[in-house]
Nanobody
Framework: QVQLVESGGGSVQPGDSLRLSCTAS????????MGWFRQAPGKEREFVAA????????RYDDSVKGRFTIARVNAKNTVSLQMNSLKPEDTAVYYC?????????????????WGQGSQVTVSS
């Protein structure tokens, strides 16, 4: 059974950094594109960042470009999201997702597997 498990969430102050990690199991990880999405209370789930299977193509939502970095280590079946200069509007549950297509998708319906989510709260 495929599992995606996120870790690294928490509560921080504006301007701080956090690093989310997602570890996949029972999945040919190196053949999947990976993405991060987030959902704030009362809002739709939205795209944050994605990376292709080789790790040489990335995409970011404009709201996080220059502050967040997505990376992967295929040998460890992990994908990470380094989040710097966090803002209160970054507060959300963050989800890791896997897409078996080679493209780097930005729509949630392109992804085949999802993690359970990790809460990130940015507040002073």
């Amino acid at each position: 059974q495929v599992q995606l498990v996120e870790s690294g969430g928490g509560s921080v102050q504006p301007g701080d950094s956090l690093r989310l990690s997602c570890t996949a199991s029972a999945l040919p990880f190196s053949r999947y594109s990976m993405g991060w999405f987030r959902q704030a209370p009362g809002k739709e789930r939205e795209f944050v960042a994605a990376i292709n299977w080789r790790g040489d193509v990335t995409r970011y939502d404009d709201s996080v470009k220059g502050r967040f970095t997505i990376a992967r280590v295929n040998a460890k079946n992990t994908v990470s999201l380094q989040m710097n200069s966090l803002k209160p509007e970054d507060t959300a549950v963050y989800y890791c997702a896997a897409d078996k297509d080679l493209s780097v998708g930005v729509r949630s319906d392109e992804y085949d597997y999802w993690g359970q989510g990790s809460q990130v709260t940015v507040s002073s």
